[in-house]
């Protein structure tokens, strides 16, 4: 995906922020190849709608994830990517565990999860909607630093389109080309991204983190050939991601892993909250009105640049990075005034760039010392170890002396969230009403196995079957069918 080009009058142009014509051909800056525009829209892929930015391709007519076959070194670029592995995968994690959820203790609901959900003003990762396509739950992966005021303006967005609940899971990807380190990455909050789930916590009393977890352990044993000597080395295999659900209870944050059942009890709260904002309508001025469409796509940027994926982090001043490598790139960058644009070129010598600034004819370049000009350090890494890597494969008897003798790979046991019936959970988060067929726990064997409709519920919850005077307990009623 490219997100930079230059238009037919040679000017650095945005594929996001601006309506391009697709029968335009744009050039490529980094590779001097024709690029071709792509509108922004939803696509369905594995039964599951998503959204595609605007944005630049080398390719006519074929689908994006074939546009790699390109080599341009724009397809490394870790900060103009809209969305990160680690983002997508949490995101189909989340998916997974709100449909086992909502088919295990919801099946009369034909709830259904969504990716990139559209409301009037507000564009959510994951969106829980009834059967009248209504959202009522949004679930956010949150694995960039951001401020909480985004998140507070957001949530207020939400509630202004009656959505009960917005659950937020906080993770970290490494700037810093480590996702080993402790802090550094998923696996392990760094300050910032602690700040922000404590800062969930205290005003919503409910947040989650999301963790990187091995899978496996592998154990590889090695033989130098030159002395003969051996030796073993094990390395953990990172391949799965767990959501862990932080909770203020009395005072204290109490975590645990979650699961279908701590899920089920965050669409029940969703659900009575979601009531509780369509019978009393909260007045939001935010510049949109209507009902909540998945079907409202538009092409400018301005409506989500609060969303995580479209911050770009340009963090790494050039003077701080191996000059040498330099020589052989060119990179999207950010200068000290804040504008963005493209490094074309680089004087090693005078330790200035050649910068294009976005909007402006690449004849009309600018030179900038290094200080002054900020890349994202992940885009250097990405774009230079393919460069080190064939160097090395140039240098004369650059033979492996190394042989792998032989390989273990030991499976780790990780959390399943997709848990079992439990009627513990599906007695607090059924919603009964008159007219449904229950029966109850200790209900005697000779009872009617078809059940008893309710005809009653009292103030405090409690319900009364036909055949029978005696009101028993919400806790105690086991749903068998539905009035609906």
């Known amino acids: 995906m490219v997100l930079y080009a230059l238009n037919k009058n040679g000017i650095l142009v945005d594929a996001q922020s601006s309506l391009h014509s697709k029968d335009d051909i744009f050039i490529c800056i980094f590779c001097n190849r024709p690029l071709f525009y ?16 605007g944005h630049f391709s080398h390719n006519a007519n ?7 076959e390109i080599d341009c070194i724009s397809h490394k670029f870790v900060s103009t990517r809209s969305e990160s ?15 086992a959820t909502t088919k295990t203790y919801f099946k009369q609901d034909k709830f259904e999860p969504i990716q990139e959900y559209q409301y009037p003003g507000r564009r959510t990762d994951v969106a829980l909607v009834n059967k009248n396509g209504a959202g ?6 949150q694995t960039s630093p951001t401020s909480f005021s985004s998140i507070t303006t957001r949530i207020e967005k939400d509630k202004s389109n009656y959505v009960g609940a917005t659950i937020y899971a906080i993770g970290e990807i490494s700037r810093k080309g480590s996702t080993d380190e402790w802090g550094k990455g998923v696996g392990g909050l760094g300050a910032t991204q602690a700040v922000l789930l404590a800062s969930c916590l205290a005003a919503y009393g409910i947040a989650q983190d999301i963790q990187k977890v091995a899978t496996y352990h592998k154990i590889t044993h090695f033989e130098d050939t030159r002395t003969g000597f051996t030796y073993i080395e094990r390395k953990d295999i990172y391949g799965d991601i767990q959501f862990n659900q932080h909770k203020l209870i009395n005072g204290h944050n109490e975590i645990t892993n979650v699961t279908t ?30 009902k909540p469409s998945s079907s409202r796509v538009n092409d400018r940027l301005e409506q989500f640049n609060d969303d995580d994926d479209n911050i770009k982090k ?15 790139l060119k990179l999207v960058c950010q200068t000290h005034q804040g504008n963005l644009g493209a490094a074309i070129e680089f004087d090693i010598d005078t330790h200035r760039a050649k910068i294009v600034l976005l909007g402006q004819s690449v004849e009309h370049y600018q030179w900038i010392n290094f200080e002054n000009v900020f890349i994202s350090e992940a885009d250097f890494i990405s774009t230079t170890s393919l460069c080190k890597k064939t160097e090395l494969e140039k240098e004369e008897g650059n033979i492996s002396c190394i042989k792998i003798i032989h390989t273990e790979i030991i499976p780790y046991e990780i959390l399943n969230p997709i848990k079992d019936f ?3 959970t599906a007695s607090r988060v059924q919603r009964l009403k008159i007219g449904d067929r229950c029966t109850w726990i200790g209900a005697p064997s000779w009872w009617n196995p078809n059940g008893e409709e309710i005809n009653d519920i009292d103030q405090n919850g409690k319900v009364r079957l036909d055949y029978s005077s005696k009101y028993i307990s919400r806790e105690e009623v086991i749903l068998l069918e539905s009035a609906e």
Request: glycine residues 2%; proline residues 3%; contains cysteine.
């Open 136 to 141: 009522f739950l949004n679930y956010e992966i």
């Open 62 to 68: 074929i689908e994006e994830a074939q546009e790699t």
């Open 38 to 53: 792509r509108k922004a829209h939803h696509k369905i892929r594995k039964e599951t709608p998503f959204w595609v930015c």
């Open 314 to 328: 340009y963090e790494t001043p050039l003077s701080e990075l191996d000059l040498d490598l330099l020589r052989q």
């Open 85 to 99: 592995a680690v983002h997508k995968y949490a995101k189909n994690r989340a998916i997974n565990i709100l449909n």
């Open 261 to 290: 059942d701590t899920t089920a009890e965050i669409i029940y709260k969703a659900i009575l909250e979601h009531e509780k904002l369509l019978k009393a309508p909260l007045i939001f001025d935010m510049g949109f009105t209507g």
């Open 422 to 424: 439990s009627q513990e």
